[in-house]
C-alpha cells in the first residue's frame, strides 16, 4: 500500500528528467532519492521514470482483485467507475481552443463541465462507503461533507464571472474576454480566488485532503481498493483537477487567447510556442549527450526529435494563417496556451500543497460556511452591482470593478474579524458542534 | 427514428431502474437506482432541447440532494436503526395510490392520441436550431413574467430552511 500511495507523484513529474550529472554508480540512487519510489529496487537500469509509469501502470491492471468480506460487491464494483465516467465525461465538453470538434457549440458548455465533475466525488462517497470498514466509511462522509460545503462556493464564484460573461457557451465566454479588452481574473479578482480554494477543496488537494488522510484513516474511501480499481480511482482523481483547471481558465484566465490578444505590438508573443519548443528540445540534446547509458541517449534524442518536429509544425502553421489553415492554426496555438494556462493553475495546487501544513476538518468547515460562502454571495452581489453601475449609469467600467472589489474585501475583512470574536467566545462549542455535526471521529 | 430510439433507452431506464429503487432492501442501492432515474430523466430532457433543465437536473439533485441523501443514510443507517413498517393498511393505501395515477396517466396518454402530430407517446422536437437559446428563454420566464412566483417559491424555500436551523438548534440546547 506504501508505493501506491506515493505513486501519484510520477504522473505529476512525467517530464522526463533526469539527474544526468550523476556519474552512473549513482545513476540508480537517481530513484532513490525520488519522491516516486522511496524502498523499490530499480528494475532496469534503462528504464526511465516515463516507462517506470507504464510500468506501475500495468502492474496495477494484473494486480490481483481482492473484495472485502463484508463489502458491498455491487457498490463496490461501480464506484470506480462512476468517478472515471464523470471525470472523462465531463472533459470532453472543455474547448482546448476556439476550434475544437467536441465542445464547438454546446450551449450550456460551462454548465455542463461543472454538473457533470459534480458526479466524481459521488463515486468516492459509494466506494467508501461499500468497502464497509471505518476509514473508509469516515472517509467518505468527510468527501461528502466537503463536496456540500464547498460546491456552493463554487457556483457562486462561478456566477460572478458568468454575469461578466453573459452567457455558458465555452467559447463564447473565451470571445467575449476577448471583446472586453480583459481576462476576468482582473474584473472580479474575489471570485477567482474563492473558485481557486472552493476548487482545491472539492477536489480534495492538500492542505483540504480530508477523505484519504493517511495519518488519521490509511487512505480513508480507498484503502480497500486496488490494483484496476484504485487507478481508476486516481486517475479520476486527476481528471477532476484537470476539469476544474480548465473550467477556472476558461472563464478567469481567458481560456485559449494568448496574454493581450488585442494588442498588435505584442503579436511577437506568437512566437513563445515555436520558441519554448526549440528551447526544450535542445536542453534535450544537451542533457542527451550526458547520459549514462545508450538507451536513455536515445531516448532523450528522440524527444527532442518530436519537440523540433512540432516546433516545425507551430512555426509553418503561423505564416500559413489564412485560409487553408487557419483552423490548424488556431487549434495549435489556442492549444498551446490553454494547457500552459492549466499547467499553471495545477501548479498553484502542488505549490499550495507543498507549503501548507494540512488544515483541521473542522476549520475547513468553518473556513467554508463562515467565511467563503458569504463572501462569494457578496462578491456575486458586488459584481452585480458594478454591472449595473456600468450599464445604466455609464460608469467606467474599471473603476466600478475596482470600488466594488474593494468592498468585497472590506466585508471579508468584516467577516473575519467578526468570525474570529465569535471563535473566540464560543469556541469550545463551536469545535464540539462541527465535529459532531459532520464526522463523530473527528478531533 | 433515432429519437424515439433514444426516447425509449432512457425512458426504459428509468422506468426500470425506478422499478428497483423501491424493491431494493438496502437503502443505498436504492438511492443508486434513484441516480439512474434522475440521469435518464435528464438524458430525456436533454433530447427534449431543455439544456438548462438537463443540467440543472444533474447538478441539483445527483450532485446536490443525492449526494446529502447518501451522506444521511450513511450516518443514520436506517436499515438498522429503523424498525420496518408494515401493516395492512399502508398496502390497501399504496393500491389505491397506484390506482389513481394509473387511470390518471390512461387519460393523458388517451388525449393525447388527439394532439397533432405524434401526441405524446413519441415526442418530436423541434430541429436545435429553430428554438430560442433554452438558458435565456427560462432566465426571460422566471424573472420577467412569473417574477412573484418564483420569488414566493424562494422566500418559502428559506423560511423552510431557517425554520429547520431553529428546530435543530433547539434540539441541541436542551
Known amino acids: ?443 | 427514428m433515432l429519437d424515439s430510439v433514444i426516447f425509449y433507452f432512457f425512458a426504459g431506464i428509468a422506468v426500470i431502474s425506478a422499478a428497483l429503487m423501491i424493491t431494493r432492501r438496502n437503502a443505498i442501492h436504492s438511492a443508486v437506482f434513484l441516480i439512474t432515474t434522475l440521469l435518464a430523466t435528464a438524458g430525456i430532457f436533454l433530447q427534449l432541447r431543455a439544456e438548462f433543465v438537463f443540467v440543472a437536473q444533474i447538478i441539483l439533485y445527483v450532485g446536490g440532494i443525492m449526494v446529502l441523501f447518501i451522506f444521511v443514510i450513511i450516518l443514520v443507517r436506517p436499515d438498522i436503526s429503523l424498525p420496518q413498517v408494515r401493516s395492512r393498511t399502508h398496502k390497501w393505501i399504496a393500491l389505491l395510490v397506484a390506482l389513481v395515477v394509473g387511470v390518471e396517466g390512461g387519460v393523458v396518454l388517451w388525449l393525447a392520441r388527439k394532439l397533432p402530430g405524434q401526441g405524446l407517446l413519441l415526442p418530436n422536437p423541434a430541429p436545435a436550431d429553430k428554438l430560442p437559446p433554452n438558458t435565456e428563454e427560462l432566465a426571460r420566464g422566471l424573472f420577467g413574467a412569473y417574477l412573484l412566483p418564483f420569488e414566493i417559491a424562494s422566500v418559502l424555500l428559506l423560511v423552510a430552511m431557517v425554520g429547520a436551523v431553529v428546530m435543530a438548534k433547539k434540539r441541541t440546547d436542551a
Open chain 1, 1 to 443: 500500500m506504501a508505493d501506491e500511495s506515493k505513486a501519484p507523484q510520477s504522473p505529476e513529474s512525467s517530464q522526463p528528467e533526469v539527474s544526468g550529472s550523476l556519474p552512473p554508480p549513482y545513476a540508480a540512487g537517481d530513484s532513490l532519492t525520488s519522491p516516486a519510489k522511496p524502498d523499490a529496487p530499480v528494475p532496469l537500469q534503462a528504464s526511465d521514470r516515463l516507462l517506470q509509469t507504464v510500468a506501475d501502470a500495468l502492474k496495477l491492471v494484473f494486480k490481483e482483485d481482492l473484495i472485502p468480506e463484508n463489502a458491498d460487491r455491487f457498490i463496490f464494483w461501480i464506484a470506480p467507475i462512476i468517478s472515471m465516467t464523470a471525470a472523462i465525461t465531463s472533459l470532453g465538453a472543455v474547448a482546448f481552443a476556439s476550434w475544437f470538434p467536441v465542445a464547438r457549440d454546446i450551449n450550456i458548455g460551462l454548465l455542463f463541465v461543472v454538473g457533470v465533475s459534480a458526479l466524481i466525488p459521488l463515486g468516492i462517497v459509494l466506494g467508501g462507503w461499500a468497502t464497509n470498514t471505518h476509514d473508509s466509511v469516515i472517509g467518505a462522509l468527510r468527501s461528502t461533507a466537503q463536496l456540500i460545503s464547498y460546491e456552493t462556493t463554487a457556483g457562486f464564484a462561478l456566477v460572478s464571472g458568468l454575469l461578466l460573461a453573459g452567457t455558458l457557451n465555452v467559447r463564447a465566454i473565451v470571445e467575449t474576454q476577448r471583446a472586453d479588452h480583459a481576462w476576468y481574473v482582473f474584473l472580479a479578482p474575489v471570485g477567482f480566488f474563492t473558485y481557486l480554494i472552493a476548487s482545491i477543496a472539492e477536489t480534495n488537494r492538500a492542505p483540504f485532503d480530508f477523505p484519504d488522510v493517511e495519518s488519521e484513516l490509511v487512505a480513508g474511501d480507498m484503502t480497500a481498493h486496488r490494483g484496476i480499481r484504485w487507478s481508476l480511482y486516481f486517475l479520476a482523481d486527476y481528471a477532476s483537477m484537470i476539469v476544474v483547471a480548465s473550467v477556472g481558465t476558461t472563464l478567469f484566465l481567458g481560456g485559449w487567447l494568448r496574454p493581450f490578444p488585442n494588442v498588435h505590438w505584442l503579436a511577437c508573443l506568437e512566437a513563445v510556442p515555436t520558441l519554448f519548443l526549440i528551447a526544450a528540445g535542445a536542453y534535450c540534446v544537451f542533457r542527451a549527450g550526458k547520459q549514462p547509458t545508450r538507451a536513455r541517449c536515445l531516448f532523450l534524442w528522440a524527444v527532442a526529435l518530436a519537440c523540433f518536429i512540432v516546433a516545425a509544425i507551430f512555426a509553418l502553421a503561423y505564416p500559413l494563417s489564412p485560409l487553408p489553415l487557419q483552423k490548424m492554426h488556431e487549434v495549435l496555438y489556442g492549444a498551446f496556451w490553454f494547457l500552459l494556462k492549466i499547467s499553471a493553475y495545477i501548479y498553484i495546487f502542488m505549490w499550495l500543497r507543498f507549503t501548507l501544513p494540512r488544515f483541521r476538518f473542522d476549520q475547513l468547515m468553518r473556513l467554508g460556511w463562515h467565511i467563503l460562502i458569504p463572501l462569494a454571495l457578496i462578491n456575486v452581489v458586488d459584481v452585480g452591482i458594478a454591472l449595473a453601475l456600468t450599464s445604466e449609469f455609464g460608469a467606467n467600467r474599471w473603476l466600478a470593478m475596482i470600488v466594488t472589489s474593494m468592498a468585497t474585501l472590506g466585508a471579508a475583512m468584516l467577516l473575519l474579524r467578526w468570525n474570529d470574536k465569535y471563535s473566540a467566545t464560543a469556541s469550545a462549542s463551536l469545535v464540539a458542534d462541527s465535529s459532531i455535526a459532520e464526522d463523530p471521529h473527528a478531533g
